[in-house]
């Protein structure tokens, strides 16, 4: 829990890189379009670059830091690696919190619906197809299946 | 490089300064309507309004959130439709089994628009009341003849949905009034529905979406309804087309004839997403194939 007292025009992604200093929230487009700024509100994928920062007061935000648990990195962020999922890294936070979403909603996703969860996110390097190979890999991996 | 071409405007900040409210009533906000007009505006998703204030399009002076108020998030089935309230998220419309039964026109419109960040924040009111002649779920909502429900201090209008948009970005709403839901009719039985758009990639307004009915009696065609969106300063049902197929057979002929009227009707501009031409010839297209493809649904069941 952190409080901040901010000006009603700042974005949720204002408060998080410059207030609280998370800087693993990128700045991209800045009107929705390309999902760098993704972040995790009671477990649904939004743009904070969409939000004003006084709308989530008491809401829980969910970013990459969150993933890793004890200094473990989660398993969707040992698939991307393991599968080359990036190559400059940008969009990366952000496509791992809308995978998060993804899987804890589906387990088991299909790749159609890994792409439509997908539709919000850029990968400028064209990363995706190494994107979706890493999220049916943690998936398989979330059920206990080996490769 | 010119200094008029140069870009004074960046999605960097929004240059706004305003006083946000966040009340938690709808009399609490419909007050704060009434003391500040003209100089306040709803927020719901945000998702317009915000780009808007970024961009300098809109510069309120209050912010009425409509995030904390209860009891505005809801589809319920009631007196043979179904009720879509103000906070209701686009997320939440495409993924309700009544609309994906029942309204395959405006699933299939809600699906369509932007990713699902943008629909876990937007709403459907938003989309309508943001008034953009390219709103996705305008020609369903027009083709179901829905009836948006706004209220003021004073008390509630109903308002058709056909009388509603009255310019770009310009609905019949008074300053102090808040749409609290839309009401949308069943479709008759034993009609389909269809929405389709075209656009320059998923994340794009349309150049030109559609939404049709139709109900058939052996293969004439008892009732059809068709509107369109991007191709005048409103949302636009075309009646006359309308009235020309109506108690027709389906067969070629008439389709080239609805084709031609639809094209005729319609008073597209050429803009950054498409120009006057392509507009009208593909309008003809997409007539056919929602025809088509309503059909096949109409086969299937
Ligand atoms: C990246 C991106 C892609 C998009 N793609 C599409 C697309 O493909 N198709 C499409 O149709 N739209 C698209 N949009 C536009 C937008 O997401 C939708 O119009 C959305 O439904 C707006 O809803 P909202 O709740 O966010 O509205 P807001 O931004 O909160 O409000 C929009 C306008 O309506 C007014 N308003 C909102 N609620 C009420 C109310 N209850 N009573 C009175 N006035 C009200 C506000 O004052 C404001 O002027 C896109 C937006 C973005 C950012
Ligand atoms: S920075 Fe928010 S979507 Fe691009
Ligand atoms: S890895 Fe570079 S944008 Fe996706």
Redesign the pocket.
């Known amino acids: 829990m952190v409080k901040v007292q901010t000006e009603p025009n700042a974005t949720l992604l204002d408060v998080l890189r410059e207030e609280l200093r998370i800087s693993s929230v990128k700045r991209g487009?800045e009107?929705?379009?390309c999902g760098a700024c993704t972040v995790l509100i009671d477990g649904k994928p939004v743009?904070s670059c969409?939000i004003l920062a006084p709308k989530v007061e008491g809401r829980s935000i969910l970013t990459v830091e969150g993933l890793t648990r004890n200094d473990e990195l989660h398993p969707l962020q040992e698939s991307f690696i393991e599968e080359f999922a990036l190559q400059c890294g940008y969009c990366t936070p952000g496509v791992l919190l809308t995978a998060k979403a993804l899987l804890d909603l589906k387990p088991s996703p299909t790749i159609e619906e890994i792409k439509e969860a997908l539709s919000?996110n850029i990968c400028r390097c064209g990363a995706y197809q190494e994107i979706i190979n890493a999220i049916l890999k943690t998936s398989r991996k979330l059920q206990g299946k080996s490769d | 490089m010119r200094a008029d071409y140069v870009n004074l405007v960046n999605t960097h900040t929004v240059p706004v300064r305003f006083m946000y409210h966040s009340p938690e009533t709808l009399e609490e906000a419909l007050r704060l309507m009434r003391e500040y007009g003209g100089e306040a505006?709803?927020?719901?998703?945000?998702?317009?309004?915000?780009?808007?204030m970024k961009l300098r399009r809109?510069e309120?002076k209050h912010i009425v959130s409509?995030n904390k108020i209860r009891g505005?998030e809801y589809i319920v089935e009631e007196d043979g439709g179904v009720r879509i309230g103000?906070?209701t998220?686009?997320r939440s419309i495409e993924k309700n089994s009544i609309v994906r039964e029942r309204f395959e026109a405006l699933y299939e419109?809600v699906r369509?628009?932007?990713?699902v960040?943008?629909?876990n924040?937007?709403?459907?009111?938003?989309?309508?009341?943001?008034?953009?002649p390219?709103?996705?779920?305008?020609p369903p909502l027009l083709v179901y003849d829905a009836v948006v429900k706004?209220r003021s201090i004073d008390g509630e209008r109903k308002i058709k949905i056909r009388d509603f948009f009255k310019g770009p970005?310009k609905?019949c709403?008074k300053d102090d009034?808040?749409?609290?839901e839309v009401f949308i009719p069943y479709p008759p039985g034993d009609s389909a529905s269809t929405f389709f758009?075209i656009?320059r990639v998923?994340?794009?307004?349309?150049k030109v979406?559609i939404a049709i009915l139709v109900k058939l009696s052996s293969n004439v065609v008892e009732d059809f309804r068709i509107a369109l969106?991007a191709v005048a300063p409103t949302p636009l049902r075309i009646p006359k087309a309308e009235e020309y197929l109506r108690h027709k057979p389906l067969n070629e002929e008439n389709l080239n004839i609805v084709e031609k009227i639809v094209s005729e009707e319609i008073k597209p501009i050429t803009d950054v997403r498409s120009t006057e031409w392509y507009r009208r010839e593909v309008s003809k297209i997409l007539v056919r194939d929602a025809l088509n493809s309503t059909i096949k649904k109409l086969v299937r069941t």
């Open positions: 487009c009107v929705g379009e743009n969409l919000g | 505006r709803v927020m719901a998703g945000g998702t317009d309004l915000i780009v808007d809109k309120p409509l505005i103000a906070n998220k686009l419109a369509s628009i932007a990713s960040q943008v629909r924040m937007g709403t459907l009111v938003g989309n309508i009341c943001n008034a953009s390219a709103a996705d779920s305008a706004a970005g609905t709403l009034e808040i749409v609290t758009k656009s998923s994340m794009d307004l349309a979406n969106g």
